[in-house]
């Protein structure tokens, strides 16, 4: 049974759940909530203090001698707009599983009233396809973080689709592990694998049954500056790379390496643009964008381009 101590705490959830700016709950409402939903029988007065302790502990709670209807809770730790950003991302995040997708998306709505609930009932998982089917993929983020808090190696399996469209562990890497980056819609763990001496980045949607080892990680630094600047993921020694490039793009471009990297105009048309980046990444890009870039340097990367174009599949 709720005593009396209870009252603030039962009398806060009511607001939460029921109040907002254009749901204002009048005393008699009130009274009732508390009686049906806690079984707390409570007069106006006691209605009173509860609302004056909110208020006295921070609480910003709207009162009748403000709007002359009742009482509301004006203002939450998420607002409306805040929940719908963030309602939005988790439905696009393709590493978040679609059935978390959901528990997640139902946590951020009890931040809100169950009036401002009502506007995000027709929200679903648009391409229920691109999510990940790894449910473990909160556990590995929770292992990852311990292993590197305590600087600790970590074994793992890693998973890679097969032809009946499944994730099936494939390969089994030790790593030591040093930060997680998000990136290109996707979570990457920064490490440095046993079996290689350079940093590698791997998705951690693709981690499965993750143990941390008593091995202490090796302290050779992952290059983190080095991950951050990967395109695509493809890390790699950072080189100066010559675009030259239609205007037409020259927002993909800056999208994708940003307003640090130099531009000069060529003419009218096109401009150059001057990075310093893992060149690797810059190969898989500029293809996708063949009819408005070009690649005038490093030579060899120019070079590899050329060599895929000249086995084009379309062109055979």
């Known amino acids: 049974m709720l005593t009396e101590k209870a009252n603030a705490i039962c009398l806060l959830e009511v607001l939460k759940e029921y109040s907002d700016a254009e749901h204002i709950l009048p005393m008699r409402e009130i009274i009732g909530k508390m009686q049906s939903l806690y079984g707390i029988k409570i007069d106006r007065?006691?209605?009173?203090?509860?609302?004056?302790?909110?208020?006295?502990?921070?609480?910003?709670?709207?009162?009748?001698e403000d709007n002359g209807v009742?009482?509301?809770?004006?203002?939450?730790?998420?607002?409306q707009s805040e929940v719908l950003l963030l309602t939005d991302a988790v439905y696009s995040f393709p590493f978040i599983p679609a059935k978390q997708t959901e528990q997640l998306v139902q946590k951020l709505q009890k931040q809100l009233s169950v009036h401002q609930r009502k506007r995000y009932r027709y929200l679903t998982i648009s391409r229920q396809d691109r999510k990940t089917d790894n449910r473990q993929v909160f556990w590995n983020i929770e292992q990852l973080d311990e292993a590197i808090a305590q600087k600790k190696k970590v074994r793992l399996g890693y998973l890679h689709y097969g032809l009946d469209k499944k994730q099936h562990e494939t390969k089994t890497y030790t790593l030591s592990p040093y930060e997680m980056v998000y990136m290109n819609e996707r979570y990457y763990l920064i490490c440095v694998p046993d079996h290689a001496p350079n940093t590698r980045l791997y998705r951690i949607d693709r981690m499965a049954d993750i143990r941390i080892l008593d091995e202490p990680r090796s302290e050779k630094s992952a290059q983190k500056q080095e991950a951050q600047d990967a395109v695509y993921a493809f890390v790699g020694a950072p080189e100066r790379v010559v675009l030259h490039c239609d205007r037409a793009v020259l927002d993909d471009v800056l999208d994708r390496f940003g307003t640090d990297i130099q531009i000069f105009e060529r003419d009218e048309q096109t401009f150059t643009a001057v990075l310093t980046t893992p060149p690797r990444g810059v190969?898989?890009?500029?293809?996708?964008?063949?009819?408005?870039?070009?690649?005038?340097?490093?030579?060899?990367?120019?070079?590899?381009i050329i060599e895929v174009l000249k086995v084009n599949h379309y062109l055979t």
């Open 45 to 64: 007065r006691t209605v009173y203090g509860a609302v004056a302790l909110l208020i006295e502990i921070g609480y910003d709670i709207s009162i009748y």
């Open 70 to 79: 009742g009482y509301y809770l004006r203002s939450r730790e998420l607002e």
């Open 283 to 304: 190969r898989f890009w500029a293809l996708q964008y063949l009819s408005f870039v070009e690649v005038a340097e490093p030579a060899w990367l120019r070079q590899e």
